[in-house]
């Protein structure tokens, strides 16, 4: 009798190519995806004076640096130079590459998926930390450092230590205008950003089940922010109906044979893990961020915490300096939190789902604060506005804008002002993250409706009395 | 890449769990480019405040601990984004070592491709450290022995045995990809034939 075993480690053994003395194994890489950010990769390539040794398993993506707020104008040459920089070092080495003005355009992490590129079973790394998006399918998704993109580059490999195995099991039903973001920030709160550390994490439960394909891709995105190395969800005929009929997927009996291996990929019922932790789905409430950390997560009926209740000095020391941070004071009601902007988008939340989640709350309602809403690619944006979405938005007073990593990052020029608190659908609440001295809350995208309605955090379940 | 065996010099104690990487190198400087150097771009916005005026609270603006070269932190440093520049702000700046309860995973990886030593040492023997190092503001590292030392505290630190020996040697990760290089080759014609569906269809 074989000994059962999990997602993981049926994905991880075919791809490994040897194992040292070390411990440490080479791995094959079945998609390397490169954006902007890329470019320290690409100098080391250059440095070697070497050629990128699998183009054709190599897809560039133009989505940190492109501007989302006021077209596609760049108003700052540094900025477009990243762009052209991409541009050129694909060029260079035979990379396909889908530009700023691609119709497939988007971020990395939405674009691989949608595109039918990201397919389960598969190995797939990519420079930045939230790839572990593309385990929503049933791949083994890591995010690696600079070096790593340039030792993939040059040897479509990686070395990996072996991680442990978690499992994250959801069951029972989430309430209504519950989510996969609820579920994820739940997750973190609950084992903390180290939580997962060392772990590659399954999540597993009739509540992930029951998640749509994009739902998963929420989930598996907040991986890395419990510091998981990965994490996945095993594929299902959910799985296999998102990836039919996608650009890149294989077609035709070539679709039906993957399928046949792709059934065989969940784990074994008897598969051991090193380490589990399982959630109640009807004990999730709407949640969102009050601090600096991914961890600092709590029920939106709930209060801001208060550092004299905390013994470790240290601990209270860096609450109080949480708080200060965001401008809040302790066991404030988080429903009295005011917003002075909101932001819709990231590779966490910029699906059509999200989008259509979002609309829902604001259809026939004003902002009471300025936003912006940006698509997770240019195909989502213009599904969006077949489906009207971008008028809801709009007439909501919101900003309608370009596709790409936008606000999450600021990086691209599009910053939350110093001091400016933004009720955001991304997900990193740290310290600047969204430009110098920005407050960051961190929840769903029926939440960030329900706060730019009301003008402060809100609870949008009985916004959504009447409404689908 | 830089052997490292011994290193004793100016540390310096950063009391503050979860440092992400955003707090290391705020993301406006990662269009720099290595050859410019991403010094003076390290913990930019917790040194300095919106006028670019030094926090005085901030330990590494204290001018005794000028050109530090070892960082003591605390639990989960180097989270959150996987911006290798967060790695080279810290080397450039002249840090040669961090030590931390638990580092982000992918912090951990890069440092070990830059001669950074990314040492783990337990919550207890962390306090003792900071608090050592608060004093006497050195530090001393034995990567062979996995020790630190300041003052009189002598602590153990972890660090994955793989990782130890490249730092030790100073060997550079593709060199040691390149001895595999048939094997690669070999494993590639072997997979296609296995896994046709996994080919992109172009």
Same mark, same amino acid.
């Given at each position: 009798?074989?000994?059962?075993?999990?997602?993981?480690?049926?994905?991880?053994?075919?791809?490994?190519?040897?194992?040292?003395?070390n411990?440490?194994?080479?791995?094959?890489?079945?998609r390397?995806?490169?954006?902007?950010?890329?470019?320290?990769?690409?100098?080391?390539?250059?440095?070697?004076n070497?050629?990128?040794?699998?183009?054709?398993?190599?897809?560039?993506?133009?989505?940190?640096?492109?501007?989302?707020?006021?077209?596609?104008?760049?108003?700052?040459?540094?900025l477009?130079?990243?762009?052209?920089? /991409?541009?050129?070092?694909?060029?260079?080495? #035979?990379?396909?590459?889908?530009?700023?003005?691609?119709?497939?355009?988007?971020?990395v992490?939405?674009?691989?998926?949608?595109?039918?590129?990201?397919?389960?079973?598969?190995?797939i790394?990519?420079?930045?930390?939230?790839?572990?998006?593309? #385990?929503?399918?049933?791949?083994?998704?890591?995010?690696?450092?600079?070096?790593?993109?340039?030792?993939?580059?040059l040897?479509?490999?990686?070395?990996?230590k072996?991680?442990?195995?978690?499992?994250?099991?959801?069951?029972?039903?989430?309430?209504?205008?519950?989510?996969?973001?609820d579920?994820?920030?739940?997750?973190?709160?609950?084992?903390?950003?180290?939580?997962?550390?060392?772990?590659?994490?399954?999540?597993?439960?009739?509540?992930?089940?029951g998640?749509?394909?994009e739902?998963?891709?929420?989930?598996?995105?907040?991986?890395?922010?419990?510091?998981?190395?990965?994490?996945?969800?095993?594929?299902?005929?959910?799985?296999?109906?998102?990836?039919?009929?996608?650009?890149f997927?294989?077609?035709?009996?070539?679709?039906?044979?993957?399928?046949?291996?792709?059934?065989?990929?969940?784990?074994?019922?008897?598969?051991?893990?090193d380490?589990?932790?399982?959630?109640?789905?009807?004990?999730?409430?709407?949640?969102?961020?009050?601090?600096?950390?991914?961890?600092?997560?709590?029920?939106?009926?709930?209060?801001?915490?208060?550092?004299?209740?905390?013994?470790?000095?240290?601990?209270?020391?860096?609450?109080?300096?949480?708080?200060?941070?965001?401008? /809040?004071?302790?066991r404030?009601?988080?429903?009295?939190?005011?917003?002075?902007?909101?932001?819709?988008g990231?590779?966490?939340?910029?699906?059509?789902?999200?989008?259509?989640?979002?609309?829902?709350?604001?259809?026939?309602?004003?902002?009471?604060?300025?936003?912006?809403?940006?698509?997770?690619?240019?195909?989502?944006?213009?599904?969006?506005?077949?489906?009207?979405?971008?008028?809801?938005?709009?007439?909501?007073?919101?900003?309608?804008?370009?596709?790409?990593?936008?606000?999450?990052?600021?990086?691209?020029?599009?910053?939350?002002?110093?001091?400016?608190?933004?009720?955001?659908?991304?997900?990193?609440?740290?310290r600047?993250?969204?430009?110098?001295?920005?407050?960051?809350?961190?929840?769903?995208?029926?939440?960030?409706?329900?706060?730019?309605?009301?003008?402060?955090?809100?609870?949008?379940?009985?916004m959504?009395?009447?409404?689908? | 890449?830089?052997?490292?065996t011994?290193l004793?010099?100016?540390?310096?104690?950063? @009391?503050?769990?979860?440092?992400?990487?955003?707090?290391?190198?705020?993301?406006?400087?990662?269009?720099?480019?290595?050859?410019?150097?991403?010094g003076?771009?390290?913990?930019?916005?917790?040194?300095?405040?919106?006028?670019?005026?030094?926090?005085?609270?901030?330990?590494?603006?204290?001018?005794?601990?000028?050109?530090?070269?070892?960082?003591?932190?605390?639990?989960?440093?180097?989270?959150?984004?996987?911006?290798?520049?967060?790695?080279?702000?810290?080397?450039?700046?002249?840090? @040669?070592?961090?030590?931390?309860?638990?580092?982000?995973?992918?912090?951990?990886?890069?440092s070990?491709?830059n001669?950074?030593?990314?040492?783990?040492?337990?919550?207890?023997?962390i306090?003792?450290?900071?608090?050592?190092?608060?004093?006497?503001?050195?530090?001393?590292?034995?990567?062979?022995?996995?020790?630190?030392?300041?003052?009189?505290?002598v602590?153990?630190?972890?660090?994955?045995?793989?990782?130890?020996?490249?730092?030790?040697?100073?060997?550079?990760?593709?060199?040691?990809?390149?001895?595999?290089?048939?094997?690669?080759?070999?494993?590639?014609v072997?997979?296609r034939?296995?896994?046709?569906?996994?080919?992109?269809?172009?």
């Amino acid at each position: 009798m074989t000994q059962p075993l999990t997602l993981f480690d049926k994905i991880w053994a075919p791809h490994e190519i040897l194992k040292a003395d070390n411990g440490l194994s080479l791995l094959w890489v079945d998609r390397h995806y490169v954006h902007e950010g890329s470019f320290q990769g690409f100098d080391k390539v250059e440095a070697r004076n070497e050629k990128v040794a699998r183009p054709d398993l190599t897809f560039a993506i133009a989505d940190h640096y492109v501007p989302t707020s006021h077209g596609r104008v760049f108003n700052d040459p540094s900025l477009k130079k990243m762009v052209t920089t /991409l541009v050129a070092n694909t060029d260079k080495h #035979g990379v396909m590459l889908m530009g700023l003005d691609d119709p497939r355009q988007g971020i990395v992490h939405v674009v691989g998926p949608e595109q039918g590129l990201t397919l389960p079973g598969l190995v797939i790394v990519c420079g930045d930390s939230h790839t572990a998006t593309h #385990g929503a399918l049933g791949a083994i998704a890591i995010g690696i450092g600079a070096s790593e993109v340039s030792h993939v580059l040059l040897t479509q490999t990686f070395w990996q230590k072996k991680p442990n195995r978690m499992r994250v099991t959801v069951d029972g039903r989430l309430g209504p205008g519950i989510g996969a973001k609820d579920i994820a920030l739940s997750i973190i709160a609950r084992i903390g950003t180290n939580g997962a550390q060392g772990h590659g994490v399954e999540y597993a439960g009739g509540a992930i089940r029951g998640l749509t394909q994009e739902g998963r891709l929420t989930l598996c995105n907040l991986a890395i922010e419990s510091g998981a190395r990965t994490g996945m969800v095993a594929p299902d005929e959910t799985t296999f109906a998102y990836i039919k009929g996608r650009p890149f997927a294989p077609k035709g009996a070539d679709f039906d044979r993957a399928v046949e291996v792709w059934q065989n990929l969940p784990s074994d019922p008897d598969a051991e893990f090193d380490r589990e932790v399982s959630l109640d789905a009807s004990a999730i409430a709407p949640v969102v961020t009050w601090g600096t950390s991914p961890e600092d997560t709590l029920p939106i009926d709930a209060a801001v915490p208060d550092p004299a209740t905390v013994d470790d000095p240290d601990k209270a020391k860096q609450m109080q300096g949480a708080l200060d941070y965001m401008g /809040l004071s302790p066991r404030q009601k988080l429903t009295d939190i005011r917003v002075d902007r909101v932001f819709i988008g990231s590779c966490t939340n910029s699906r059509i789902e999200d989008l259509r989640a979002a609309a829902a709350v604001l259809a026939g309602r004003k902002a009471k604060v300025p936003g912006l809403v940006s698509a997770g690619s240019t195909v989502v944006k213009h599904q969006a506005e077949q489906e009207g979405l971008d008028k809801i938005f709009t007439e909501a007073g919101l900003t309608w804008g370009e596709s790409g990593c936008s606000m999450c990052i600021g990086i691209n020029g599009d910053l939350v002002p110093p001091g400016e608190r933004c009720a955001s659908t991304t997900n990193r609440n740290f310290r600047g993250r969204q430009g110098p001295g920005a407050r960051t809350h961190l929840m769903s995208p029926a939440m960030v409706a329900a706060a730019a309605i009301t003008g402060h955090l809100a609870d949008v379940r009985p916004m959504l009395t009447g409404r689908s | 890449m830089e052997k490292f065996t011994q290193l004793a010099g100016t540390a310096v104690a950063l @009391r503050r769990d979860n440092v992400d990487t955003d707090q290391v190198i705020p993301a406006r400087f990662l269009k720099i480019s290595r050859a410019e150097g991403l010094g003076d771009a390290l913990f930019r916005d917790l040194r300095f405040d919106q006028n670019g005026k030094p926090r005085p609270d901030f330990p590494m603006n204290d001018p005794a601990r000028k050109g530090a070269s070892i960082l003591i932190g605390r639990r989960n440093f180097g989270v959150g984004s996987s911006r290798e520049a967060a790695v080279y702000a810290l080397v450039d700046h002249g840090f @040669r070592c961090v030590v931390a309860t638990s580092f982000g995973d992918i912090f951990a990886g890069n440092s070990v491709n830059n001669g950074l030593v990314a040492a783990i040492v337990s919550e207890e023997d962390i306090e003792k450290l900071l608090s050592a190092v608060e004093q006497t503001g050195r530090a001393e590292v034995d990567l062979e022995a996995q020790t630190i030392k300041s003052g009189n505290y002598v602590v153990p630190f972890t660090i994955d045995p793989a990782r130890k020996t490249r730092l030790i040697n100073g060997w550079d990760e593709l060199d040691l990809t390149a001895q595999h290089k048939d094997k690669i080759a070999a494993f590639a014609v072997k997979d296609r034939a296995a896994r046709p569906w996994a080919v992109p269809r172009v």
